[in-house]
Every structure is written in C-alpha cells, then in structure tokens.
C-alpha cells in the first residue's frame, strides 16, 4: 500500500512547510571553518568534505563569519596561541565559542580548548570552553609518536587513533563525556577523547587515518545546533 502520499491532512509527512523544513535540515551541508594558521589543514577540509560539509580555511576575523563550526588542528599550541593574537582572531574566536559555536579541537586544538593546562608557558593562553584539565605532549616527544586502536563512546568498531606529541585529559568537570581512554602500556586509562555540549575534542589526529567518523560526529553537532 502505498498511502501516505501528503495532502492537508496527512500529518505532516507531505510536502508541507514543516515536511520541506526538515528536508533542509537534514541534507543542507554546513559551513564549518577550519583554523588555517598551522597543522593538517587540507586534511581537515577534505575529511569534512568527505562527510557532506562545506569546508573553509579561516585566517581572518571577517572569515569567522558565516561559518557554523570551526575545527582546531594539531600543530604547537603556544605557538597557534601566539598567532591567533597575532591575527587578531584570539577574543573573536573565543566570544564566538562562548556564544555556543561547536569546535572540534585535534591535538593541539584539544590543548585550545581546556580550560586548564597543567603545565603551560607563562603567557600561554587557551580559548577555553571545556572544563578539563590537559597536559601537554603527555605521550613524549616527536620520536615517541605512536598508533593504537581506541574504544570510542559506544561505536561498535574501534577508531584507529594516532598519537603525535599528544596531549591527555588529567581531569574532567561533570558536565564533560569521556569518550575514549588509552588502553594498556604507561598510559593506561588517560582520557583522550571528550565531548562537552557543543565542544569535542581528541589527542589523536583522525584526519590522517582515512577514517572520518569523527568528523562525521562534529558535522552532526553542528547540524543539532542549526
């Protein structure tokens, strides 16, 4: 039977404002901005193009606009720190965090956006937003890089996680989820993936694996958000 076909009073499972407005909801593909002033950026926008987002670099405050999401690569965090102030980005970025943008932090974007950094330089500063506490390059130096498979929330297959100079979570508030920890060796049980409301963030570089689900994560938060 094939009923169901949508006229006035069909329930809304016609062609109805209500039916075309969920339409758009679902398939319109989001803006979502990418931090361009170190680390994996092309990695990044081609992971968000491949799970059906319109990605651009951001440099600039004017770039900050338009944009529903923003991801926060690897790279050096004092140093981005630095050049976000340098490019004038450091409190528009942040007003716009604080006003509930969803950011996806990777290494050190992870390191951007805790509230707390252990052991942090003097001036360093973070755009803040997810009440943990991180210290940085935890797992060791360049040479101490390493790859491991990572229960992640409650995915039926591990993600592959690779861990370059990464930081980990020592402490997380109530409010944050913990969605994957370090299984074995010297690093057992570090937390190494968070979510917090519209705010995720990893230690690990999924952008270089090939698999994309947490990008395809942050791509539907930032659709939850509208």
């Not at 404002?17 to 926008?45: F, K, M, N, S, Y």
């Not at 900050?64 to 970025?93: A, N, W, Y």
Request: charged residues 20%.
């Amino acid at each position: 039977m094939r009923g169901g076909g949508g006229g006035a009073g069909s329930g809304g499972r016609g062609r109805g404002p209500g039916r075309t407005l969920a339409w758009l909801v679902v398939t319109t593909a989001p803006t979502i901005g990418v931090l361009a002033l170190q680390g994996d950026v092309r990695e990044h926008v081609h992971a968000l193009e491949a799970v059906g987002a319109t990605a651009v670099p951001v440099k600039l405050e004017s770039e900050l606009h338009g944009i529903q999401g923003i991801v926060l690569p690897g790279g050096e965090s004092t140093v981005i720190d630095k050049l976000l102030r340098s490019f004038g980005l450091f409190e528009p970025l942040r007003d716009r965090l604080r006003g509930g943008l969803p950011a996806y932090g990777s290494c050190a974007g992870m390191i951007l956006l805790a509230d707390r950094v252990t052991d942090a330089t003097a001036d360093q500063q973070t755009l803040g937003g997810i009440d943990m506490t991180v210290r940085r390059n935890a797992f060791g130096r360049q040479v101490d890089s390493f790859e491991q498979d990572v229960a992640y929330a409650d995915w039926p297959a591990p993600v592959h996680a690779v861990f370059i100079r990464a930081p980990w979570v020592e402490q997380v508030g109530e409010s944050v989820e913990v969605l994957a920890r370090v299984d074995g060796g010297r690093a057992d049980g570090r937390i190494v993936a968070v979510r917090h409301g519209a705010l995720l963030a990893t230690s690990f570089h999924p952008e270089v694996t090939g698999d994309h689900r947490v990008h395809a994560q942050f791509v539907d938060m930032v659709r939850e958000r509208g």
